[in-house]
């Protein structure tokens, strides 16, 4: 049973544009969520996380949003840049457990 | 500062062998997880270790077992290999401290692509 889930496979954007990531996820004891980003032939990369007692969280482009309620969070890249073209993965944990990984979306920056 | 680093980067086995995947965690990090990323899929834990003991396990059978060395390198053992065994395999290490393994921040090594045929 998938746990998180990211229901768009594959995602396209403009250049300079917003880029937006989504996730779902079941298990309501998650507390800690975390976006990684892998390129191929690379192993995943932490992007951003958020806990759960926030709602945001923000790192220069990369804003995380979490919507306990709904059970969602999003990853927005704002302004999107070639180089963001990669596979992003969302998971989400219990705070010192393992990470349960969604099936990821392949983003691609349309120069 | 040393990354995570995985070998073999490729391999490939009949049904049946044995395999031993080998992670050198990222320097002065206590902590190793292994996952498995089939083809299409996300990376599902395997398991992890903390100061050498295996510190948590996923939905994985006991033919998939670890060591942890005291250097914290890592080995990912699986015997009677399968078909349904052919995937990424991800090691990951993270530091953690007294209260406990923790998976705040991984970072994960390329991978060993393992192929069963």
């Known amino acids: 049973d998938q746990q998180v889930k990211q229901n768009s496979p594959s995602l396209s954007v403009q250049e300079g544009r917003i880029s937006i990531l989504n996730c779902d996820y079941t298990?309501?004891?998650?507390?800690?969520f975390l976006w990684y980003k892998k390129y191929p032939a690379e192993g995943p990369t932490f992007l951003i996380s958020?806990?759960?007692?926030?709602d945001k969280n923000e790192d220069g482009r990369f804003t995380v949003f979490l919507n306990k309620s709904a059970k969602h969070l999003s990853l927005h890249i704002v302004p999107s840049q070639p180089g963001d073209s990669a596979v992003y993965f969302c998971?989400?944990?219990?705070?010192?457990?393992?990470?349960?990984f969604g099936t990821g979306t392949r983003l691609t920056v349309i120069p | 500062e040393t990354g995570v680093t995985q070998s073999p980067t490729h391999l490939i086995k009949t049904r049946g062998q044995q395999v031993t995947l080998r992670c050198s965690s990222q320097?002065?990090?206590?902590?190793v997880s292994w996952y498995q990323q089939a083809l299409g899929q996300g990376p599902q834990f395997i398991f992890q270790?903390?100061?050498?003991?295996?510190?948590g396990r996923g939905n994985f059978p006991p033919r998939f077992s670890g060591l942890q060395f005291p250097n914290y390198s890592s080995e990912l053992n699986v015997n009677a290999l399968e078909l349904d065994d052919s995937a990424l395999y991800l090691c990951?290490?993270?530091?953690?401290?007294?209260?406990?393994?923790?998976?705040?921040?991984?970072?994960f090594g390329s991978g060993t692509q393992l192929s069963v045929l």
């Open positions: 270790y903390y100061r050498e003991e295996e510190n």
């Open positions: 320097s002065g990090h206590n902590t």
């Open positions: 990951a290490s993270s530091l953690s401290g007294d209260r406990g393994a923790t998976n705040e921040k991984l970072f």
């Open positions: 998971a989400a944990s219990v705070i010192r457990s393992n990470l349960f």
């Open positions: 958020i806990s759960s007692i926030k």
């Open positions: 298990n309501s004891m998650f507390d800690y």
